[in-house]
């Protein structure tokens, strides 16, 4: 079959992969730890989540269409902080660089991490929220300090609703479209091209439509697979 010989498509697949393994461990690294300091009440908290929450309200069209500007050389915001500060300098970089050209995919992962760190956020404070504050309030009485708490009793409780939230955004990792296309298109060469972005380009570019379809159920596969080792691996039950 022509897409088990298709360098294109494993590169495409590969670069999926890659984002997979950064995005959401971070994004579920940032998201606990929002969770946690938003989980106690204080002055101020509806309207910092508010802020928080913002980036999740946007399409990936439109985050993408931010952070590449945000990202410009010569003139954005990002470019302007780096000159001022003479960070260029430090790096390395003799002149200011285009980020996105210089490392697409680390910038579209970076995208990903602003939208998406809120859903796990929202989620997981949910799920601490719901915890039974008795078991809590024992452990504190019997001497468990914060990050005990955490680790042993808060995290362990809460097994299933992260193995849930995961999985949503690892399905989500693969479904990748927006911000590749509005940031990179795919590029530089092939640098940033995810595997639905090739699909697409297949699809409407090309215009090899029953080879996109071919793709898509290859990449339907791929998915169940991941989901399933991870289910197993996690010891996820439903």
């Given at each position: 079959?022509?897409?088990?010989?298709?360098?294109?498509?494993?590169?495409?697949?590969?670069?999926?992969?890659?984002?997979?393994?950064?995005?959401?461990?971070?994004?579920?690294?940032?998201?606990?730890?929002?969770?946690?300091?938003?989980?106690?009440?204080?002055?101020?908290?509806?309207?910092?989540?508010?802020?928080?929450?913002?980036?999740?309200?946007?399409?990936?069209?439109?985050?993408?269409?931010?952070?590449?500007?945000?990202?410009?050389?010569?003139?954005?915001?990002?470019?302007?902080?780096?000159?001022?500060?003479?960070?260029?300098?430090?790096?390395?970089?003799?002149?200011?660089?285009?980020?996105?050209?210089?490392?697409?995919?680390?910038?579209?992962?970076?995208?990903?991490?602003?939208?998406?760190?809120?859903?796990?956020?929202?989620?997981?404070?949910?799920?601490?929220?719901?915890?039974?504050?008795?078991?809590?309030?024992?452990?504190?009485?019997?001497?468990?300090t914060k990050l005990?708490i955490v680790r042993?009793?808060?995290?362990?409780?809460?097994?299933?609703?992260?193995?849930?939230?995961?999985?949503?955004?690892?399905?989500?990792?693969?479904?990748?479209?927006?911000?590749?296309?509005?940031?990179?298109?795919?590029?530089?060469?092939?640098?940033?091209?995810?595997?639905?972005?090739?699909?697409?380009?297949?699809?409407?570019?090309?215009?090899?439509?029953?080879?996109?379809?071919?793709?898509?159920?290859?990449?339907?596969?791929?998915?169940?697979?991941?989901?399933?080792?991870?289910?197993?691996?996690?010891?996820?039950?439903?």
């Amino acid at each position: 079959m022509k897409a088990f010989s298709d360098a294109r498509f494993f590169n495409s697949l590969s670069k999926t992969l890659y984002m997979l393994s950064l995005a959401v461990p971070l994004e579920f690294f940032f998201g606990l730890l929002l969770a946690l300091l938003f989980y106690e009440p204080f002055k101020g908290r509806r309207i910092l989540s508010l802020f928080i929450l913002f980036p999740l309200a946007l399409s990936d069209a439109v985050v993408g269409l931010v952070w590449g500007l945000t990202l410009v050389p010569t003139y954005g915001p990002v470019d302007y902080f780096m000159r001022i500060f003479g960070l260029w300098d430090v790096l390395g970089f003799k002149k200011p660089i285009s980020l996105i050209m210089t490392y697409p995919m680390e910038m579209i992962i970076l995208a990903d991490i602003w939208q998406w760190t809120p859903f796990f956020y929202i989620v997981l404070l949910a799920g601490l929220a719901s915890l039974p504050r008795e078991i809590l309030e024992a452990a504190e009485i019997d001497g468990a300090t914060k990050l005990n708490i955490v680790r042993h009793i808060m995290i362990p409780m809460l097994k299933q609703v992260i193995g849930v939230v995961l999985i949503i955004r690892i399905t989500d990792v693969f479904k990748t479209f927006g911000l590749a296309y509005v940031m990179t298109k795919g590029g530089p060469g092939f640098a940033s091209e995810v595997v639905s972005l090739y699909i697409f380009n297949q699809a409407l570019q090309f215009l090899n439509i029953t080879y996109a379809a071919a793709l898509t159920m290859i990449l339907i596969v791929v998915i169940t697979i991941v989901i399933n080792v991870f289910i197993r691996g996690y010891r996820l039950r439903f």
